[in-house]
């Protein structure tokens, strides 16, 4: 084959190599507590997000333990709460995508559980989902970065204004993204080992 053509498939099979690696850059399962997730108690009334490890409370679908702000054990006459992951490292990721297994049963007026998320420390928030109706089951979003963008954080949000029967669940929470294009002295280092190679089969035949 002439060195050109294998010169050229070779850099195209490493382009092509490096650019569709999809990669899980976090996941929390909370079966062992809440790990390094904070809580936030905006109604400030001592009752807000806590880890259970009844499996058989949990309505997410996921197993194990989970996360919960629990209006019916609690029996709080309000909620404003909010589960708050620690800083992902999406450095080098483009595509993100977050998901997580959810149950919001939803049961009284002006209620709701969303999902949102900062890329700022956590000092502003953009939101994902509000759920004002019940929802339980896996829940995904899709989040654009900004360029240069180097960590995400992620909020789960319970509002009630009244006792409810019911709660809001997170468990499985997952953070996808795509590896962005090779940096430069990566793509060096694939060319130069490119070109090795390509030495290696052209004085091969020489070598008999
Ligand atoms: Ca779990
Ligand atoms: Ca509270």
């Known amino acids: 084959m002439n060195k050109i053509v294998v010169f050229f498939l070779t850099l195209l099979l490493l382009g092509v190599t490096v650019n569709v690696s999809a990669d899980v850059i976090y996941t929390e399962t909370f079966d062992s507590g809440l790990g390094n997730w904070t809580v936030e108690d905006y109604n400030a009334d001592g009752y807000t997000w806590e880890h259970n490890n009844n499996p058989s409370w949990n309505f997410t679908g996921g197993s194990g333990g989970f996360a919960m702000a629990d209006s019916y054990s609690s ?21 993100i995508t977050v998901s997580a297994n959810v149950s919001y049963q939803h049961d009284v007026e002006d209620g709701y559980a969303d999902v949102s998320y900062s890329v700022d420390n956590g000092s502003s928030w953009t939101p994902l989902e509000e759920w004002t109706a019940t929802y339980q089951g896996t829940a995904s979003w899709d989040i654009t970065l900004d360029a240069g963008s180097t960590d995400v954080m992620l909020s789960f949000e ?44 052209r004085t091969h035949p020489h070598e008999k």
């Open 75 to 95: 029996y709080a006459n309000d909620w404003y709460d909010a589960l708050i992951s620690p800083v992902i490292d999406v450095t080098g990721y483009s595509n």
């Open 158 to 201: 319970y509002y009630q204004p009244a006792w409810s029967y019911y709660e809001y669940q997170v468990d499985d929470v997952r953070v996808d993204g795509a590896a962005s294009a090779v940096p430069v002295p990566s793509a060096l280092w694939l060319l130069g080992a490119g070109l090795i190679g390509l030495t290696g089969l």
